[in-house]
């Protein structure tokens, strides 16, 4: 006697229902799935040069530009780089609640609009966030769902040779500044992933941040970010 399969293969069209009652999720395999990144760590580890190199590369993702209250730096352009307000329009902006984040850090303001945040997910557009750690941390609170990633050198010995070849600093704002980089070191395991920025290996740098992106957008457990 031969034995009759218990499985039954039915063939469908399209326009008819799925065999297997599955249709709208595959649909939804094609759909935007923007991420909130947040790129942090230390100063001097690279977190701009890194970005610049993502953007040179043609990745496809929008930059939020923060808001500061610091003095422009040689070379450095309003609105690219950084927002650079007054004090008093800072302070506005967190009065009137405009910013995702922000803090004092150097005794200079520093914060992200929300606008431009909500605009680019709601576009399906991926968004990087560059802040400092304690940055980071208020973002993760109002934003559970970001995608963490801290940026650091090889060695604190690298990251303080980078800061001092900076040249941006007098001495005493120089070693309050390695003060801060290694106690920022230290809150590394506060977020979901480390990647070490080498001395001349930035395309891996850029690599294993691009890595990450794509990891999660093809999490099963992948949620929309909300602000």
């Given amino acids: 006697?031969?034995?009759q399969s218990s499985s039954v293969y039915i063939a469908t069209t399209p326009g008819t229902a799925s065999a297997c009652g599955s249709k709208a999720w595959y649909e939804g395999l094609n759909a935007?799935?923007?991420l909130l990144v947040i790129i942090s760590g230390p100063s001097g580890v690279g977190k701009d040069v890194t970005i610049r190199r993502m953007k040179e590369r043609g990745y496809p993702f929008h930059f939020v530009v923060t808001a500061t209250t610091?003095?422009?730096r040689e070379g450095e352009i309003d609105g690219?780089?950084?927002h650079f307000v007054s004090t008093a329009t800072f302070e506005q902006?967190?009065?009137e609640g405009e910013l995702l984040e922000h803090a004092l850090v150097y005794g200079q303001y520093?914060?992200?609009p929300k606008a431009a945040v909500r605009a680019a997910l709601a576009s399906g557009q991926d968004v990087i966030l560059r802040v400092d750690v304690q940055g980071a941390a208020t973002v993760r609170r109002m934003a559970p769902q970001a995608v963490s990633i801290f940026l650091t050198a090889e060695s604190e010995a690298e990251l303080i040779e980078r800061l001092r070849r900076r040249c941006t600093e007098n001495e005493k704002d120089l070693e309050q500044r390695i003060r801060t980089a290694c106690e920022e070191l230290r809150r590394v395991?506060?977020?979901?992933y480390r990647v070490v920025n080498r001395e001349c290996e930035l395309d891996a740098t850029v690599d294993a941040v691009i890595a990450i992106m794509q990891a999660e957008k093809c999490r099963v457990d992948w949620k929309p970010v909300v602000i």
């Fill in 189 to 192: 395991n506060e977020f979901q």
């Fill in 80 to 82: 690219v780089d950084y």
């Fill in 110 to 112: 520093k914060g992200i």
């Fill in 93 to 95: 902006m967190i009065a």
């Fill in 1 to 3: 006697m031969s034995r």
């Fill in 32 to 34: 935007p799935r923007p």
């Fill in 70 to 72: 610091r003095p422009r």
